[in-house]
């Protein structure tokens, strides 16, 4: 057992580039234009694997584990300062949305003092990472999820630090994502609009440099600031990337582009519902857990709008409708002028995004149950696992599909 944990740590650390996407192989146009901003992940793995299983084989030689009553205040001091970070990052995307020098000024004044508050939660991290690891291993073992009494393989592992950030291309006459390379966290709004317009000008592209909820590497990065419930279920969702890896779905996630909106999506629809499931074992167990007062997303909801007239999601679902028509007339340049316009329409109404274009759209619609999606297959997990009899049946059984086609006919199936 112990060899066969070794070599799928291995393998993790070997493929790690394949899983992030088909492209960072080798140099293409975005990576070109995105050069001196590159992620080095790489270094990422060997520095953070070294560092988590150190901490592992510290706590394990030492008998450095806390009590249930000690995970508990843990999590909350996590929460106090993630809530510091979540409202740091919600007004820098404001003073990134205007492009006068006051806001500005405050922009690169909050990505300092972020810095910082950064830095200071590291500090708990390994405690956290943990606790979240086991509460998420505990609701997979009871779903018959494990391989042998209570081992999970591949384990869920986590690393919250800076998450880097994507760069998404599409073509500008239709929405499709054609690259993904993964930049630095640091980088400035000035240099993601720098490598924009260079893939713009030179390259004919639509480019997006956006925030991202996690990476599939091994550890899984996830950002220091979301709330609890959110951090629970999205490290879950980049466990399912690594569970369906060794899967045909997983093995199939490039094939093309419904493939990888189905793995999204099964990663999406399952994540949640373990990280609901471990949320409700705390509460019920301590009273309701501490939430952050937001989760932000650049291009989804940086924060609620307390308008009711006002619907965020069928606003993006008009507005994406509408570039594909004009996109399948040929008109891009009105299309283009039309998602800017767009753009300053949602920043009025509290929802403040930095760039519409067709690689946000080509990003977003990646995950059928976004409003920028226009894929069926949102519902169609929905109802796949309604039908089946337990999450840990619909992880295996959606697992074993290879194409699109083929989970159309087990899902036709489990409605007769």
């Known amino acids: ?65 806390l009590s249930y009553n000690e995970k508990v205040c843990t999590l909350k001091s996590y929460v106090d300062i993630v809530t510091n970070i979540s409202e740091i990052k919600i007004d820098i995307a404001v003073a990134a949305s205007h492009d006068d020098v006051k806001s500005k000024a405050i922009r690169l004044r909050l990505e300092s003092e972020l810095t910082s508050i950064l830095n200071e939660s590291e500090q708990l991290r390994d405690e956290v990472e943990e606790i979240v690891e086991g509460l998420i291993s505990e609701v997979l073992v009871s779903e018959n999820l494990d391989v042998w009494k209570g081992i999970v393989l591949p384990p869920v592992d986590i690393r919250l630090t800076q998450t880097p950030k994507l760069l998404v291309t599409s073509p500008r006459e239709k929405i499709l994502r054609t690259h993904d390379v993964l930049i630095i966290p640091g980088i400035t709004i000035e240099q993601r609009e720098l490598i924009e317009n260079k893939l713009f000008s030179e390259s004919n592209l639509s480019g997006l440099v956006t925030d991202i909820g996690g990476v599939a590497t091994f550890p899984a990065v996830l950002p220091l600031n979301q709330s609890l419930r959110w951090t629970i279920q ?98 891009i340049r009105e299309a283009e002028n039309y998602m800017d316009e767009r753009r300053v329409f949602f920043n009025q109404n509290g929802f403040n995004i930095r760039k519409i274009n067709q690689a946000y759209f080509a990003f977003l ?32 059984e959606i697992g074993s599909v290879s194409t699109y086609s083929q989970f159309i006919e087990k899902l036709d199936k489990l409605k007769k």
């Open 1 to 65: 057992m112990r060899k066969l944990t070794a070599r799928i740590l291995l393998i993790f650390i070997l493929l790690s580039w394949v899983f992030i996407s088909k492209d960072t192989l080798y140099l293409n146009v975005a990576q070109k234009a995105a050069t001196p901003y590159l992620y080095d992940l790489f270094g990422f793995e060997m520095s953070n694997l070294h560092s988590k299983w150190v901490h592992k084989l510290r706590a394990l030689i030492f008998n450095e584990h």
């Open 234 to 331: 999205t490290a879950a969702h980049e466990w399912l990337h690594h569970y369906l890896f060794f899967h045909p779905l997983g093995q199939q996630i490039f094939s093309n582009s419904e493939m990888q909106t189905l793995n999204e999506t099964v990663a999406d629809l399952s994540g949640r519902e373990i990280g609901d499931r471990v949320m409700a074992l705390l509460e019920k167990s301590v009273g309701s857990m501490p939430q952050t007062c937001t989760d932000f997303h650049e291009g989804e909801l940086p924060y609620a709008n307390n308008d009711s007239s006002f619907s965020f999601n069928q606003e993006m679902h008009e507005t994406r409708l509408k570039v594909d028509n004009l996109l399948a007339e040929g008109k």
């Open 365 to 396: 619609g990646t995950y059928a149950e976004n409003p920028a999606s226009v894929s069926p297959i949102g519902p169609q997990v929905k109802t796949f696992r309604e039908l089946t009899p337990s999450l840990g049946a619909f992880i295996e």
